[in-house]
């Protein structure tokens, strides 16, 4: 998704030459706000999944984790795993291993898209709106490529933070996170830590406590 400023109406007509593969949407402060992750979820997310318990791996921003998100989540079985503040460069896939290739291709892309324009015209003479729309075609064509070309990087990643893991331990060996040696998953289910509400809420202070884990278990996480 591309969230960019709203300055003015945009028509219908330019929503059309945006990546087919894209979705763009407009606030006046250029960021996933509540509403926006709001819509996110129920009208792409939750449908892509079609029902199936899935895992959502999201940082501690605001939006993220209101009541209603969390509820709407819920509902359509998928387990919210946050980010404790201050570990998405250890824990977050994209920051670990994506984001950096990813933009690299999208670099690529971006300077062959200029200089194959400034071949017809003037890039000074370039509207806001050409280059949103040339932006969202970079922004998808670099997403398609690295998913054709390195979609080894994505699955790895989410094994080396263990989000892809099985909880048996089986397969802990794979775990590598930046600063950190010989680590365990652990078998959750036969530690008897406890269980508590999964719709409990975590006192704020306690919000980025770095042993707070949530782990599905029917109605109720383990911790």
């Known amino acids: ?32 706000n ?17 029902g199936r ?21 819920r509902s359509h079985q998928i387990i919210p795993s946050l980010i404790p503040g201050g570990c998405t460069s250890l824990l977050q896939p994209l920051d670990i291993s994506i984001n950096k290739p990813l933009k690299e291709i999208m670099r690529d892309l971006t300077d062959q898209a ?11 003479r370039w509207t806001i709106r050409q280059r949103r729309i040339l932006t969202s075609w970079c922004v998808g064509d670099a997403f398609y490529k690295f998913h054709t070309e390195k979609s080894e990087i994505i699955s790895r990643s989410f094994r080396k933070v263990g989000l892809s893991l099985p909880p048996d331990r089986s397969c802990d060996s794979e775990l590598d996170i930046k600063g950190f040696s010989g680590l365990e998953i652990g078998n ?6 406890g269980n508590i ?16 884990e949530f782990l599905a278990d029917g109605d109720t996480a383990t911790i």
């Open 34 to 50: 509540y509403h926006l992750f709001l819509r996110y979820i129920t009208e792409h997310l939750a449908p892509a999944l079609e």
């Open 188 to 193: 959750w289910e036969d530690e008897g830590l």
């Open 53 to 73: 318990p899935s895992l959502f791996a999201l940082d501690l921003m605001g939006s993220h984790k209101t009541p209603a998100v969390l509820d709407i989540l």
């Open 114 to 124: 200029i200089l194959d324009c400034e071949e017809v015209e003037e890039i000074e």
């Open 197 to 212: 509400d999964i719709h409990a809420d975590i006192r704020q202070d306690h919000d980025n406590h770095e042993t707070i």
């Open 1 to 32: 998704m591309i969230v960019a400023t709203y300055r003015r109406v945009v028509t219908g007509g330019e929503f059309n030459h945006y990546h087919p593969g894209v979705l763009v949407e407009f606030n006046e402060n250029v960021y996933m």
